[in-house]
C-alpha cells in the first residue's frame, strides 16, 4: 500500500481527464440535489403528519435513521457496489432513493416510515459516494479533482437555493404526495441521464471502482497506513473538526435565528444566504485555491484554512454587536469557508493511503457522519440548554475559539509532507 499515485491507463501512461465526466455528474447532482433539497426542509413536519405515534418520537426516529443512512449506508453495501460498477450501482440508487420518497406519501404506520427512509437514504448515501469516487478514479491531480468537486459544489448549491421553494409550492400538509411525486422524479430523470450518457464518456476500462481489498469498507491495513501518516491522521481529524463546526449553522444557527430574528424575509434571506453565495461565487473561489495549490499549498491545510475560517464566523454572534449584523458578518464569513470546505474535504480524502479510491472516500463518509452527528447534536442540545441559562454568547466563543485553536495546534507542524518518492498531485507529468 502507498499514497495514491495519479490515475493511469492500462499501459502505465498518465490519464487524461475525462472533460465531460464532470458537467455530466453536475446535471445529475443538480437534479438529485433538487428531490434532497426540496424534502429536507419539511421532512420533519412531513414525518410528523404521517406518522400515528407521538410527534417527537416519529420525528425525532425518522430524522436520525434518514440522515444516519445518509451518512453510513453505503459503507453497509460496499462489497457489492464495487461489483455493480458506476453506471449500474449509481442508476440503482437513484430509483432506490426515488422509491423510497414516494411511498413515504402512502404510509402512516411509523415502522414502514422508518423503513422506507432507510431505503430512501441507502439511495442517496451510495449516489453520493460513488460520484465523489468516479471524480477520484477517473479525473487525475488535487488540482483538477477540486475543480470537479467545486462544479459538483455549485449544482448542490443551486439545488439546495431552489429546493425551498418547490417545497414551500408542492408541499400542503398533510398530503406530502405531490411533493414527493416530484422528489421521485427528480432522482429518476437523473438515473436516466446517468443511464444513457455516462457508458458513453467512461471507458470500458474504468466502469468499476476499484474495491478494498479486504471487502470491508475500509480494511485494517488502511487503518494503519492513515495512522501512520501524520499527514493522513490530521486529514481525517481536520476533517470532522470542520464537518462539527459546519454543522452549526443548520443546528444552533438555524435555532438562534428563529429565536432571534423576527422578520420572516430576513430570516429567509439568511438561511438561504450560503446557498446563493456558493452558486455565484464559487467559480471564483475555485480559481483562487487552484492558484494555491499550483503553489504547494495541501489540502488539508486548505481544510484547516476553512476550519479556521468557520470558527471565525461564529464569533460575531458572541461579541455583543447588534444582531442583524451578526448574522449577516456570519454568513459571509460561513459562505466563504463552505466555497473551500466542501469541494475540499473531498479533493483531501481522495489522497489518502489506500488500495482504493473508493476505501479513501470511505474514511471522508466516516469523518464527515461523526463531525456532523455529534455538531447537530451540540448545537440542537447543549445550544437551547445554554440559550435559556442567557449564555448564548458563551456557546458561540467557546466553539469558535475551541475550533480555531484545535485547528491551528493539529496544522502547528508540518505533517502534510507525502512520503518520498510518491507523486505529486499536481495533475501533471511529474
Known sequence: MKWLPKPVTDNGESMESPASITPLLAVDNLLSNLGQYSLVPVLGVLIAAQGSSSEATAVGGGLFVYFATVGLGSLVVNRWVARLGYVAAICLSSVLAAAGFFTLGYLHDPGALLAVLLVAGLGVSVHQVLGRVLIAENIAGDVERNKAYSTMNVALNAAGALGPFIASAAYVSPDARPLLTVVAVCYILGAVVMLTRLPKVLPVSRRRPAPPASGWPISRAAVVEVLRSPAAWRTVVVGMLATFVYAQFYSAFALFVAGNVAVPVFRAVLLSGPAIAIVVLQSTATAGIARLQLRGVPPVVLLGTATVVFGLAVIPLGSGIPTPAACVLTIVLFSAAEMVFTPMMSTAFAALPADSRLEALNF?????????????????????????????????????????AATLVLLARRPWVPPAGTVPETGEDA
Not at 447534536?377 to 449564555?391: K, Q, T
Not at 454568547?393 to 475559539?401: F, H, K, N, P, V
Open 364 to 404: 471522508r463518509q466516516i469523518s464527515y457522519t461523526v463531525g456532523e452527528a455529534f455538531g447537530s447534536l451540540v448545537g440542537g442540545s447543549l445550544f437551547v440548554i445554554l440559550s435559556v441559562r442567557g449564555l448564548e454568547s458563551a456557546y458561540w466563543l467557546g466553539i469558535g475559539i475551541l475550533a480555531i
